[in-house]
């Protein structure tokens, strides 16, 4: 059974959260609960931001993190798509 990484897990949770912002105190706890040290899931999330998998912003001396959607996750939720579903969704009720 493998194990899932620390960086996964904090992508998982922001995208589930998804357009809300999360303050990095909340963050560490959330990394505590999986059994990691807060400095810890700081670091990781400093990482994913660097890495543009996470917006990183600071509010009055304090940061906060949210996921940063793929290019895919934007396309999926066009315009176009969102009517085709809405359409399909109609002829099936």
Do not use: C, D
Not at 48 to 66: I, T
Not at 73 to 93: C, D, G, H, M, N
Request: charged residues 30%; without cysteine.
């Amino acid at each position: 059974m493998s194990k899932i990484s620390l960086k996964t897990k904090i992508t998982i949770h922001l995208k589930g959260i998804y357009p809300h912002w999360l303050h990095s105190g909340e963050l560490e706890r959330f990394g505590m609960a999986e059994g990691q040290k807060g400095e810890t899931t700081g670091r990781r999330a400093r990482e994913l931001a660097a890495k543009r998998v996470l917006e990183k912003r600071e509010v009055n001396g304090s940061v906060e993190y949210r996921w940063l959607p793929t290019q895919e996750f934007i396309s999926a939720r066009s315009p176009e798509k969102v009517l085709e579903l809405r359409k399909l969704t109609t002829k099936l009720l």
